[in-house]
């Protein structure tokens, strides 16, 4: 039988200077729950693009929406949920950033980073929430 535990629970307004205080938290995690230096930075990288992600495209950047941001672990894994505000979006279908067509796009890299970098990735709500999981290691 798995064991999971809530641990944390953010809200956190759809600005820039959010991803400063989602890596501080990331940093806190981290220190708090002895994440090893093996995944650690592939959690910061993914989390932080989820975030950015968030705000950027389901909030918009509108101040008054909220991002949701919350961490769990398990027996297994270490849970982290981010959730928008947004109208949600066809995650079933983004392209390939890596297809010559899409390789200057500025935009486009986010959920490839986050499939690539974490051990499991899940979208909800019209992709208004991503639940994306790392392995203990």
Request: net charge negative; no cysteine; hydrophobic share 35%.
């Amino acid at each position: 039988m798995m064991t999971s535990f809530s641990l944390q629970r953010h809200i956190l307004p759809s600005t820039i200077d959010t991803l400063a205080k989602v890596e501080q938290i990331i940093e806190d995690i981290r220190s708090e729950h002895s994440v090893p230096e093996e995944i650690y930075g592939n959690i910061l990288v993914s989390i932080s693009e989820a975030v950015n992600n968030a705000i950027k495209h389901g909030n918009k950047y509108h101040p008054e929406k909220e991002v949701n941001f919350s961490f769990d672990i398990s027996d297994k894994e270490y849970i982290f949920t981010v959730t928008d505000q947004g109208m949600g979006f066809d995650f079933t279908n983004t392209p390939d950033p890596t297809h010559p067509d899409n390789i200057d796009k500025l935009d486009g890299r986010g959920i490839f980073i986050m499939k690539n970098l974490s051990d499991t990735i899940g979208f909800e709500e019209e992709g208004r929430i991503v639940k994306i999981s790392f392995n203990r290691v």
